[in-house]
């Protein structure tokens, strides 16, 4: 498991005097909850009595780094301890918008109009967050998509601290070039981006589509986003940053993330062998191995390992 770097909620600079952004995300910390602020939850013996404050989880990062992946699986486990929870995938408001082909040229930072576009798709989806989790019965969403600059990002928290939603930003940072070469040929190239064009044209599309975002790419920074809550995966959890965890809902969204494998791994089940209950047929019991079941567990253990260390 990955070692968590926790970083403190008050960071010293050289100018003694806070800044406007400091003061701002100050404000709101210190607001104080009210009665429209508790989400109560009892769906779940699991899941904490109430969670203070609706909450919005943004993703960060360039594309196939496994921000889609992450973020469905994080609305699954929170669903499943009782939380009502949904993603908004921009993507998909985007497709919906502008259409599904979109070549490369669309993602280039200098292409204007295009900007333009997104944009008007991410506010649409932003606003959809906000009348989730204060009109209907969400209590998080998941605002899925790159947003890859502090601009962008600036924005969402505003719009949600102006709503009284509380913002945990998720970043996912990749350098194997391998793993990313995996994502990208096997769930990118099946989006309905690139539905009916060649592997190949569409793997060097996709790629050209990621040093796009790379030219703007501004990653979370301990000193500019101090005041904010986040958690930075790195190379697939082999190192984890955390910084201001201010609740119990985002520690265990801390705890989950470290303990989440994005690669693809095999699990085994093995039967036990002959029981003491099972030679004297009986059904149900918890008694200890026969012999026999003993040499099946030693045998069965011998072959595992022969098996893992083989591949």
Not at 183 to 212: L, M
Not at 229 to 243: E, G, P, Y
Request: positive net charge; hydrophobic residues 30%; aromatic residues 8%.
């Amino acid at each position: 498991m990955a070692t968590p770097v926790l970083t403190s909620s008050t960071s010293v600079t050289s100018d003694s005097r806070p800044s406007i952004r400091t003061k701002f995300y100050t404000r709101l910390s210190e607001k104080s909850l009210d009665e429209n602020e508790i989400s109560f939850s009892d769906t779940s013996p699991s899941c904490p009595q109430y969670i203070q404050s609706k909450l919005c989880i943004v993703t960060v990062g360039l594309p196939a780094r496994g921000k889609t992946y992450v973020s469905m699986k994080l609305a699954r486990y929170l669903r499943w301890i009782g939380i009502n929870t949904k993603v908004f995938n921009v993507g998909n408001y985007r497709r919906k918008n502008v259409g599904a082909r979109q070549s490369h040229k669309f993602f280039d930072p200098n292409n204007k109009d295009a900007i333009e576009q997104r944009k008007r798709c991410a506010t649409e989806a932003l606003k959809d967050v906000i009348k989730y989790l204060n009109v209907e019965e969400g209590q998080v969403a998941v605002f899925d998509a790159t947003n890859t600059t502090r601009e962008r990002r600036d924005m969402v928290a505003q719009e949600c601290h102006r709503n009284l939603i509380k913002v945990f930003y998720i970043e996912l940072v990749c350098n194997d070039d391998d793993l990313i070469s995996e994502n990208i040929k096997e769930v990118k190239i099946n989006s309905p981006d690139y539905q009916g064009i060649d592997q190949e044209e569409a793997v060097q599309d996709f790629s050209k589509r990621i040093k796009s975002y790379t030219t703007i790419y501004e990653p979370l920074d301990l000193q500019y986003d101090r005041d904010c809550s986040w958690v930075k995966l790195i190379d697939v959890n082999k190192r984890i940053v955390a910084n201001r965890v201010v609740n119990h809902l985002q520690s265990r969204l801390v705890y989950f993330l470290m303990n989440m494998h994005i690669k693809k791994r095999n699990i085994y089940i093995c039967r036990h062998g002959e029981s003491e209950c099972n030679m004297l047929g009986q059904i149900g019991g918890d008694s200890d191995l026969s012999l026999r079941g003993k040499q099946v567990r030693l045998r069965c253990t011998e072959s595992m390992i022969g098996n893992v260390n083989n591949m």
